[in-house]
């Protein structure tokens, strides 16, 4: 039982931190995201625009796929924002309203990239009403380098965590069929084939990867709960199919790591001769 105890622990812990670097890969493209939807390029229209050109193009932004939403800003509601922000009324200083009528657009995510914005605004700029199309182009370039450096990064710590993962679980199984060495050259010697042989010790590894999984799961569903409760910002559930694949790939890898590992040791200790096994 201390044996069962120790593989089930040893799986339910890696799965558990192995889900949890999943989690972060997921949340990592998520937030990005939201960072990308956050940028604004903002239309403004000159003297010359008419209502019926702002209401035309709007229309066709909101009809556009790859815009998230639009929105209009009249040059009378940018002075009164102007005027909340600052305190102060500085028309009063200026004697008329120097500001321009602005559509503000956000796009979708996949096309917040400087090509894309650089592309849409010469579009925009060639129309004789608009005086100007303005983006942060910075922090779009910054962001693009910083998440294809993140990802990567983030990929490789992946790739390294899924190798002790397995290497973890494999050892601890190994020493769980180190134990019955005896029973299955016994076995072996009495006419058992290999495979009538490994059958119940795969099933029973399974069983446990199962069970260490599903701890690893419950763990991870708990994580999740105080980490929402705690810090909505993060929305950890809005990403329903993400949150069910990590789950199902936490079950199957521990099962799948369970069966391999079981094949391999006790096919090991199916080949040794009696006297190697002391």
Not at 137 to 163: E, G, P, T, Y
Request: glycine fraction near 4%; charge should be neutral.
């Amino acid at each position: 039982m201390s044996s069962y105890f120790s593989v089930v622990l040893s799986i339910s812990l890696v799965l558990f931190l192995l889900g949890a670097l999943g989690l972060l890969v997921l949340n990592t493209k998520a937030i990005s995201n939201k960072f990308k939807e956050q940028v604004v390029l903002s239309v403004y229209f000159n003297e010359t625009a008419k209502a019926a050109d702002i209401t035309q193009l709007q229309k066709a932004f909101k009809l556009t796929p790859e815009v998230k939403s639009v929105k209009f800003i009249s040059k009378e509601d940018a002075a009164s924002m102007m005027q909340e922000e600052y305190g102060a009324d500085f028309l009063d200083d200026v004697g008329y309203n120097p500001l321009e009528d602005v559509v503000d657009i956000n796009l979708k995510a996949d096309f917040v990239t400087e090509q894309f914005l650089d592309s849409l605004s010469q579009i925009q700029l060639q129309k004789p009403f608009i005086s100007d199309v303005r983006y942060d182009r910075d922090l779009v370039h910054l962001m693009a380098s910083n998440v294809k450096r993140l990802s990567f990064w983030i990929l490789v710590i992946c790739a390294i965590f899924s190798i002790i993962a397995f290497l973890l679980i494999n050892s601890s199984i190994r020493l769980s069929i180190y134990s019955k060495r005896f029973i299955i050259k016994t076995m072996q010697m009495v006419g058992a084939t290999k495979s009538f042989i490994r059958k119940p010790f795969i099933a029973h590894s399974v069983k446990l990867g199962l069970i260490g999984s599903i701890l690893a799961v419950a763990g991870l569903a708990i994580a999740l709960f105080y980490l929402e409760k705690y810090v909505p910002e993060l929305e950890l559930f809005e990403q329903p199919i993400e949150l069910i694949i990590v789950g199902l790939g936490i079950l199957l890898f521990g099962m799948i790591i369970s069966w391999v590992s079981t094949f391999f040791a006790t096919q090991r200790f199916l080949k040794l001769r009696s006297d190697q096994l002391y």
